[in-house]
Structure formats: structure tokens, C-alpha cells
């Protein structure tokens, strides 16, 4: 048998699914000749699906040195690199396919898919365009390229793509969702509901679109619908932090009746300190003979040990003995809460009086006036925080109202600007001093306001009673609802909405406005103070 038979059988092999005959056929021809790059290709593929991934690249590489035009070997090596995560090197071998043969339109899909996981969004964007136009009746290439089109703010063309998909194949569920998060974002939210609907519809599975119209109908105060739809999070995949296992039962809301309770941490620092309002109306309930426990992040953990009847762990250590466990967010389902029986009594956690009284007299000596708090930037890692981010320079028109004096309790890699404010408006700057949220609290007890934009620093203020203005996209995180400038959840609480997408100027005239009406009753309230004669004490 010549080299070429063995080949065309072991090609035979493969193809019926005998895939041990195939590989010892194969790794034969190799032995025979060590340049037979079909044969190198193949064994790579039939490696690659016995997990032996290393020795598959290997195998496509060596193919390629020996035929560089190999479009297979280089889309072999490309969907390898792919599933081991790869992303950077599975890119360059699917952009060298393409290279070769430019009108590969799952080819140029995959390596759109690529560049818009590395965030190289121009590139995604011309390589799907050039997928569309190849196949402009593929339902999946107008989905990924609405997708791209979508993660680079481009909602409008975003939601034709999403569109277009569906007309192709109305049962696409994903292009549907998809759909759903692209309308939402531009305020369209009866819409966005109807269109996650039908995703889930299609496929009752689809976690993503459960989880997409929970938050929309949290949004729009459908509180009942919303957290039940809420516990699909876990499913969904895409949380900051993992569903934990225990081998203690989930609390189903269930009477406490002494039970010892774990509520542990999810999510980022303002859905706990939103939610922990929770615990001591469990405390309550659990008595004497019960414990309320709380796992957290070690920097919330200082201003969270304030919460009444909680006992505080933080993540990493030892837990405590415990007979039932529960997500923090998942408290709201249990409790049954309704827009009209949100528990917003405030405040519910309170500075250390050491580092308020530390804090105070810094304060003191540094600020006078009305002094504001003030924080531009959010956790750059959140997925809306392009939308929810300022930046410090609007600030400026603050600094200049007579009488206030603003104050940096920014964190974060942004924080440094307070050091150099853009123009050199003037800025008292605490933030390099600030070690966690217990400092911060402290601080907030000696600030008449605060004004930020919507992070953890918003749900620590409305925790603590403080007065704080917040600054709110024009799509907004479900928390704040629609058309309102107060809040439920916080009520010394004011929300300044955006009027536009991507535009903030409206808000900040708004803000300036109130802010210069505050400053002078503060200015007649001082003066009024002075002006109050002393009396005198009788003998």
C-alpha cells in the first residue's frame, strides 16, 4: 500500500467514526514521511479531540511550516487556540486564513468574534461587515455583527442588525434578546420588555433573557415579576461573582425560629450595601436564640459591622457554624418586597465615632462653607461604565458657587486627578488618605452633601442619612426607576437624570442650580447663627 492509499483510508477511518485506526494510520505515514502534511493536519484534529491539545498545535504548526498555504491547518490551529483560550493567537491564524482566501465568510465570523473579545471593535466591525456581505442572508453573521455594533455604542445600527436577523430567522432567540438590551438602552423599555419576552418564549432555557427582563421590569417598578425573574442571575453566567455552594439548605423564608443564618456577599460593593438594609429586620425575627451572619469583602467589612444584630465575617476566613444560607440579593423575593413596602428607613449604618471625630477636625481645618463630597468615576470594569462616568472637569462649575468647597472621596485609578483638577479649580483632596468605606463613612458624617455619580459611594451616603445628589444615565440601572428624582431605597436621596444619551449637560445645569440655591441658604443659615444674640444667665 503506497503512502497515498494509506492515506485515503485512514482519511476513511476518520470519516466513519473509527478514530482509533485512523490515528495509528495516520502516525504510520508520519513515520514513513515526515513531510506528508495532510497526514500531520489530520492526526493534529484526532489529537486535538482526545484533549491532547499541546501536542495538536504542535501538529498544525509543523503542517504549516511544510505548506504555509494550508487553509485547514490554519483553521484547525485557529479553532484550536480558540478553546484554549487562546484569543490573541487563534486571531492571527484565522486572519491568515482569511489572507489567503479572503471570501471565507464563517472564517471572517470567527475572527470577528476574536477581535471584539480582545476589544479590537474596529477591526470586529470590518471583518463582520465583510461576513454580511458575503452572506447577507445569514441570520447568525447580522446577530454578531449587531453585537459589535452594539458594544461600540452604535445603537442605532446595532438594533437594524438585530432587526435583519430576525427576519431571517424569527426563531432567533439570541437576536431577540440582543434586540431587547439594544432598545432598552436607548429608552425604549415597553420594547425591550416585549423583546425579551419573545426570546424566552422560544426558548424557555434562555437565561439571559429572563435575566434582562427582570431588570427592566425592576425598572419599571414591577417589583413581584422582577425578583422572581431576578434568580435566573445565576444561571446567566455573566455575574462578577459565582453562585456558592453549601452543604446547609437555601433558606426559603421560612420562620427563622432560632436558626442560625449565613447572608453572603454577590455582586459589587453598592448591591451589598443596598441590600443589607435586610439583616436587622432578620435579626429581629431570628430572636435570641437565632444568628444573623454576614459574609463580606473585606474592605466593606469596618462600616457594615455597625448593622444591628449582624455578626460580620469577612471573605476568605473561617465561617461560622450555620444551619441556613441565602444570597444577599435574593433577600427581596423572600421578603415579598413591593415599591409601597421597600424598607427605607435610614439610617441603617453608621460611621465609627473615633474616625468621625478624627475626620471632623481635618475637615475643620481645611473646609469652609458648604462642603461637598464628590465622586466622578466608577469601577472601570462595570459594563455600564462609559454610560455612568463624568469625569471631574464638569465639576469646575461647582467649585465656583461662592461658599462651597468641594471635596475629593473619589477611589480608584481616577483619584489622582483631585491632585491636578483639569483647569486648577480648587479641591480639598482626601482621597489618598481614604483606606476603605469606613473612612469614607466617617467623612460623609462631616459633609453637608455629596454629590456622585451612580456607584458605591451613592448607596453608602443614602446607608448613612447623608444627603447626596446622584448623577443617572439616561438608561438607567434598574435601582432608580423611571421618571423620578427621588429614590425608594434611600430617602435623603436626590437622582438628576440624564436627557439624552451621552450628553450631561442638562443634569449639570440642573445640579449647578440647586447647588447654588443650597449654598446661599446655607450662607443666610450661618449668617443667622452669628447674628443671634447671646443670652445671659441669671443669678
Not at 203 to 221: C, K, M, Q, T, Y
Not at 512 to 535: F, I, K, T, W, Y
Amino acid at each position: 500500500m503506497t503512502i497515498e492509499q494509506a492515506f485515503t483510508t485512514a482519511v476513511q477511518f476518520q470519516q466513519s467514526g473509527r478514530a482509533d485506526e485512523a490515528c495509528r494510520l495516520y502516525e504510520r505515514i508520519i513515520a514513513q514521511d515526515r513531510t506528508f502534511a495532510p497526514a500531520i493536519n489530520n492526526l493534529g484534529l484526532l489529537y486535538a479531540d482526545r484533549g491532547r491539545t499541546a501536542e495538536a498545535a504542535a501538529l498544525f504548526r509543523r503542517a504549516l511550516m511544510l505548506t504555509p498555504a494550508a487553509l485547514n491547518s490554519w483553521n484547525n490551529l485557529g479553532s484550536l487556540l480558540y478553546r484554549l483560550g487562546r484569543r490573541g493567537e487563534a486571531a492571527t491564524a484565522y486572519r491568515a486564513s482569511a489572507r489567503l482566501k479572503p471570501d471565507q465568510p464563517a472564517v471572517l465570523n470567527e475572527l470577528g468574534i476574536l477581535l471584539e473579545g480582545l476589544q479590537r471593535l474596529d477591526e470586529a466591525e470590518e471583518v463582520f461587515g465583510r461576513a454580511v456581505a458575503l452572506v447577507p442572508d445569514e441570520a447568525e453573521y447580522a446577530n454578531n455583527h449587531g453585537a459589535l455594533l452594539r458594544m461600540a455604542h452604535r445603537l442605532d445600527e446595532a438594533a437594524v442588525r438585530f432587526r435583519r436577523a430576525i427576519a431571517l430567522n424569527p426563531q432567533h432567540s439570541g437576536a431577540y434578546s440582543n434586540l431587547g438590551s439594544t432598545v432598552k438602552d436607548r429608552g425604549a423599555f415597553w420594547e425591550a420588555l416585549l423583546a425579551f419576552r419573545r426570546a424566552r418564549t422560544l426558548d424557555p432555557a434562555f437565561a439571559g433573557a429572563h435575566w434582562n427582563e427582570s431588570l427592566v421590569r425592576l425598572l419599571i417598578g414591577d417589583f413581584v415579576e422582577g425578583w422572581r425573574r431576578y434568580e435566573w442571575r445565576w444561571k446567566h453566567g455573566r455575574l462578577p461573582s459565582p453562585q456558592r455552594s453549601f452543604v446547609q439548605p437555601r433558606w426559603d423564608g421560612s420562620a427563622l425560629q432560632g436558626r442560625r443564618l449565613l447572608v453572603y456577599w454577590e455582586q459589587g460593593f453598592g448591591d451589598v450595601l443596598q441590600f443589607v438594609r435586610y439583616l436587622p429586620l432578620l435579626a429581629r425575627e431570628a430572636g435570641e436564640q437565632g444568628r444573623i451572619f454576614l459574609e463580606c469583602q473585606h474592605t466593606l467589612a469596618p462600616v457594615l459591622r455597625s448593622l444591628p444584630g449582624v455578626t460580620v465575617v469577612e471573605t476568605g476566613g473561617p465561617l461560622p457554624d450555620f444551619d441556613v444560607q441565602i444570597p444577599v440579593m435574593s433577600l427581596p423575593l423572600l421578603f415579598g418586597t413591593r415599591l409601597e413596602t421597600v424598607p427605607s428607613r435610614v439610617p441603617y449604618l453608621s460611621a465609627e465615632p473615633a474616625l468621625v471625630a478624627r475626620w471632623a477636625e481635618r475637615l475643620r481645618a481645611a473646609a469652609g462653607g458648604l462642603k461637598v463630597g464628590i465622586v466622578w468615576a466608577g469601577s472601570p470594569t462595570h459594563g455600564n461604565d462609559r454610560n455612568r462616568s463624568i469625569g471631574l472637569a464638569p465639576f469646575a462649575r461647582l467649585a465656583a458657587i461662592p461658599g462651597v468647597t468641594l471635596v475629593s472621596i473619589q477611589k480608584g485609578p481616577t483619584e489622582g486627578l483631585a491632585a491636578d483638577p483639569p483647569g486648577g479649580f480648587p479641591i480639598l483632596n482626601l482621597s489618598p488618605d481614604i483606606r476603605d468605606f469606613a473612612d469614607t463613612a466617617a467623612i460623609m458624617a462631616g459633609l453637608d452633601l455629596v454629590i456622585c455619580v451612580d456607584t458605591s459611594v451613592a448607596h453608602l451616603a443614602g446607608a448613612l442619612g447623608v444627603p447626596v445628589w446622584v448623577f443617572i444615565p439616561f438608561a438607567p440601572d434598574w435601582r432608580w426607576m423611571l421618571d423620578r428624582e427621588d429614590s425608594p431605597w434611600y430617602p435623603t436621596m436626590r437622582l438628576f437624570r440624564q436627557s439624552a444619551p451621552g450628553r450631561w449637560d442638562d443634569a449639570i445645569d440642573r445640579i449647578e442650580d440647586a447647588l447654588r440655591h443650597r449654598a446661599s441658604d446655607h450662607r443666610a443659615d450661618e449668617g443667622a447663627a452669628q447674628d443671634m444674640p447671646v443670652q445671659g444667665v441669671e443669678a
